[in-house]
């Protein structure tokens, strides 16, 4: 609702999260809204001011300067302000009679502290909210598994509008089959040629207004597969997925956690033994799209050079996941290239992230029923394709959840990383061999000086496990033993 009284649009994510805070402004209680990044924060500080006025909020940034933080820290813990903007470290904010912890794009990564072991702040406003009998509200487009295991104990309800009426105001999304496999069946091909849908796309989108057209970041390492199957290559004792490494001019598989693999590679799908690694093509669309397009404005927003906003006339916008400018009047169409580039990396959470950065360029496009269009270019078969098709995060996350529990990875364990020295994590085994369910993986050597040990328990147990690990820690830093040990709890990826 707006402050009138009327209906927020669609997509207004920071005025849904005012409205929210308002409510619990108003019972008299005080409220954190935390969002990924500066850019957003801007969005929300901008709207704070016009709803609630100057003065009425503090934020909290890491990027604040330690001056301005202790200022704003100190006036929240005063009571002077009950507002607190901020990206991940505002979780900490000291406020008294918390009434609500909102997370806006909960599955973004910026959220996980670099520093570990300092846990997720979705983790940590779930404490918190629990603790000092506070609301919590997690808000995305995509939803993580994390979040969806929160759903199944109770602990959180879904508000998501009925599918249908979603469909209404979300874009029509379709997909394009990529030349990768025209690629594979004449490996001499010099360049694969991008589907022609997506000139249609374009061509239709250009007619309207700004077309996105989102681009992959180049550099994932892919993740392998069976050439026969396309099952991905995990690791046959963890689960993880494999990388490969070139030694000797022999290609060699390792797992993060396990090392490398004691004997041939054999798919568990199928039996098959040869791996493929999907084609990398990333480069080649800029200067495609232009040499097809040449009357046409091209706009580009990277990670390092973005462009926060585009007009309502018509342009090609070409932007990395997360960079996507936003536009004034919603994009004609969207083209999201290389699907099968975003779904490769060797990280469990790459189809949920996928999905995440899609429905998010998705939710920047006009309604299908004003022609606002989403063309997806990759393999119709992936799942995480399928629940962009369908708008369907919640499904997504559901099934994410059930494979995470089978596989048995976080949220439906816990997983703890130590690296230093071989000694110390030899040590560790004091405290985690009693600790019921714990297996353990490695340690691997990571270079000369440095060995990996990855510990799994059950979530039951993981308290447990981390404060026997802390206590190691301690000690071995009171005695001063020699090198450095850090420890990750549950890290985004392990590697
Ligand atoms: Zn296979
Ligand atoms: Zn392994």
């Not at 900490?92 to 990564?109: K, Q, S, T």
């Not at 690296?419 to 691997?444: K, Q, S």
């Not at 308290?463 to 709890?489: F, N």
Request: glycine share 10%.
């Amino acid at each position: 609702m707006e402050p009138g009284g009327g209906v927020r649009a669609p997509g207004d994510w920071a005025g849904g999260l005012l409205d929210a805070a308002a409510a619990s402004l108003g019972g008299g209680r005080s409220v954190i809204l935390m969002v990924p990044d500066a850019t957003a924060l801007a969005a929300l500080e901008a709207r704070a001011t016009e709803q609630f006025g100057d003065g009425s909020f503090v934020t909290l940034t890491a990027e604040l300067g330690p001056a301005t933080r202790y200022r704003n820290f100190l006036a929240a813990a005063r009571g002077d302000v009950r507002l607190v903007l901020g990206t991940r470290a505002a979780v900490y904010a000291p406020l008294p009679d918390l009434g609500l912890i909102a997370v806006w794009d909960e599955g973004n990564d910026a959220y996980a502290e670099p520093r570990a072991p300092y846990p997720h702040a979705r983790e940590v406003a779930a404490l918190r909210a629990s603790r000092e009998a506070s609301g919590l509200l997690v808000a995305g487009y995509g939803r993580t598994a994390e979040v969806e295991a929160l759903l199944a104990r109770g602990w959180l309800v879904p508000l998501a509008l009925p599918a249908q009426q979603a469909r209404r105001i979300g874009p029509a999304v379709k997909v394009a089959v990529d030349s990768d496999r025209a690629l594979e069946r004449d490996p001499n091909a010099r360049a694969a040629r991008l589907p022609h849908e997506v000139f249609a796309t374009i061509r239709a989108g250009l007619s309207q207004g700004p077309v996105l057209v989102q681009v992959p970041r180049a550099g994932y390492a892919p993740r392998l597969a069976c050439q026969a199957c396309r099952a991905p290559a995990d690791c046959p004792r963890c689960g993880q997925p494999l990388r490969g490494e070139r030694a000797a001019g022999e290609m060699r598989l390792t797992c993060p956690s396990c090392g490398p693999l004691p004997g041939p590679w054999r798919c568990a799908e199928c039996g098959g033994t040869r791996l493929r690694a999907p084609q990398v093509g990333v480069t080649r669309t800029a200067e495609e799209l232009g040499r097809a397009f040449p009357q046409t404005r091209v706009v580009q927003s990277w990670g390092g050079r973005r462009v926060d906003a585009v007009g309502a006339e018509s342009a090609l916008v070409l932007a990395t996941p997360g960079a996507e400018p936003i536009p004034e009047a919603g994009y004609a169409a969207a083209v999201l290239l290389d699907a099968g580039v975003m779904l490769a990396r060797p990280d469990l959470r790459a189809g949920e992230e996928a999905l995440r950065r899609w429905l998010e360029a998705a939710s920047l496009v006009r309604p299908g029923e004003t022609g606002g269009t989403v063309l997806v270019v990759g393999d119709a078969a992936e799942r995480p394709v399928q629940a962009l098709v369908r708008l369907d995060p919640a499904g997504a996350a559901a099934r994410e959840l059930t494979e995470r529990v089978q596989t048995r990875f976080p949220p439906a364990a816990r997983l703890v990383v130590l690296e230093g020295p071989r000694a110390a994590l030899e040590d560790a085994e004091a405290a985690w061999r009693p600790v019921p369910g714990a297996e353990h993986f490695g340690p691997i050597p990571l270079d000369d000086e440095s060995w990996r040990l990855t510990v799994r328990c059950p979530p039951a147990e993981g308290a447990g496990l981390v404060r026997g690990m802390r206590t190691l820690l301690a000690e071995r830093s009171a005695r001063k033993a020699p090198g450095a040990v850090r420890l990750r709890v549950d890290p985004q990826a392990v590697g």
